[in-house]
């Protein structure tokens, strides 16, 4: 007995991700407004410059806030990417922000900690959001610990997020 069927390919992984309270369009945003002034007064950073970066042969926009007086600078990227692809990677845990998934990755926990998150807004687009250490602790010389860098990435990323959402309102 010979049973045929339609169907069309067999269906991909699961979303790791809840759904977006809103979709974000990264083509309508200007990175360097995705800094909040309260934010920016908080974190003690500069007005932020722009700029475009390649990541795997595509052009990103991209800010980034340099601080004298702390020992963080920031960034957000807009990347036309699925943040789902981050998925699994050694290293990253999935988390949410302001209500979007996320993925975490960190880098250099033993000299200069960098944290990473990467927001899920829409299909094929996401926020990176990136706070490294540009200085060893000025008591100890130790690194700073990863989970104070990747708190600052947390506020960042959710003050990203509402700046997002005003700007695409």
């Known amino acids: 007995m010979l049973v045929a069927g339609c169907g069309g390919p067999p269906p991909g992984p699961p979303d790791p991700f809840p759904p977006r309270p809103e979709v974000l369009d990264i083509e309508r945003l200007e990175p360097c407004g995705l800094l909040s002034p309260q934010a920016r007064a ?9 700029g475009t970066a390649q990541l795997r042969g595509v052009t990103t926009r991209a ?3 340099g601080s004298l007086d702390t020992p963080f600078d920031y960034s957000v990227q807009l990347i036309p990417q699925d943040a789902a692809q981050a998925v699994g ?3 990253t845990v999935l988390g949410s922000v302001e209500g979007y998934g996320t993925v975490r990755h960190t880098d250099r926990e033993e000299t200069f900690p960098l944290c990473e998150i990467l927001v899920d807004v829409n299909e094929g687009q996401l926020l990176r959001i990136q706070v490294q250490t540009v200085e060893r602790r000025r ?6 610990p990863i989970e104070q860098v990747c708190g600052q990435a947390e506020l960042a ?3 990203a997020v509402r700046s ?3 700007a695409t309102s």
Not at 139 to 144: I, L
Request: with cysteine; hydrophobic share 45%; net charge negative.
């Open 139 to 144: 008591d100890n010389g130790a690194a700073y």
């Open 89 to 91: 990677a050694a290293g």
């Open 63 to 65: 800010c980034g806030w």
């Open 164 to 166: 997002a959402r005003a």
């Open 157 to 159: 990323a959710a003050d």
């Open 42 to 50: 908080v974190f003690q950073v500069d007005e932020g410059r722009s």
